[in-house]
């Protein structure tokens, strides 16, 4: 009996309560049967129809929930694979956005700085210009006085033809 009870655990079969097998109401060894004897024959029979079917549709209600929460377990599954794919897309894009912005404000750090530098080198050509400015100023000045103009290639002097 209890080697039933293992195997049908090992099935997934509900057990048999033991109290349920046992036959009440046996006939006598006698012969011959009372008015009454087919009645209760006939409610024995309707019991054990009854218990057959229960245990019929508690073990289709077993392997149902058994399928469903397969089923269950497979679409959750699913979805966390989903779920996980679709985290994964948003943080990569995320950590993109961070990365653009910081290659952004280096850019614009490096524009910032090549101004910077374009001025200060501007800014010295402008010195420089100016002081070779007032030196080449002081150097007409100073070669006013005789016509020898040191930009002249044939030596004719641009303002000769109107002094002359």
């Avoid at 979805?79 to 290659?103: F, G, H, M």
């Avoid at 030196?135 to 044939?154: A, L, P, Q, R, V």
């Amino acid at each position: 009996m209890t080697e039933e009870i293992k195997e049908s655990s090992k099935l997934n079969i509900p057990a048999i309560d033991p109290n349920e097998l046992i036959v009440r109401n046996t006939q006598g060894s006698t012969a011959g049967s009372g008015s009454g004897d087919f009645h209760q024959y006939r409610t024995y029979r309707r019991k054990e129809y009854f218990r057959l079917e229960k245990i019929d549709r508690d073990h289709k209600e077993v392997i149902k929930q058994e399928e469903f929460q397969k089923r269950r377990e497979e679409r959750i599954l699913k979805e966390s694979l989903i779920t996980a794919k679709k985290a994964s897309k948003r943080n990569r894009l995320k950590q993109l956005k961070k990365e653009n912005k910081k290659l952004q404000q280096l850019q614009k750090q490096l524009i910032k700085d090549q101004n910077n530098n374009s001025n200060d080198k501007s800014n010295d050509k402008s010195n420089d210009n100016s002081n070779s400015n007032s030196n080449n100023n002081s150097n007409n000045n100073s070669n006013n006085g005789s016509n020898n103009n040191s930009n002249d290639k044939d030596g004719s002097g641009k303002y000769n033809d109107i002094i002359k």
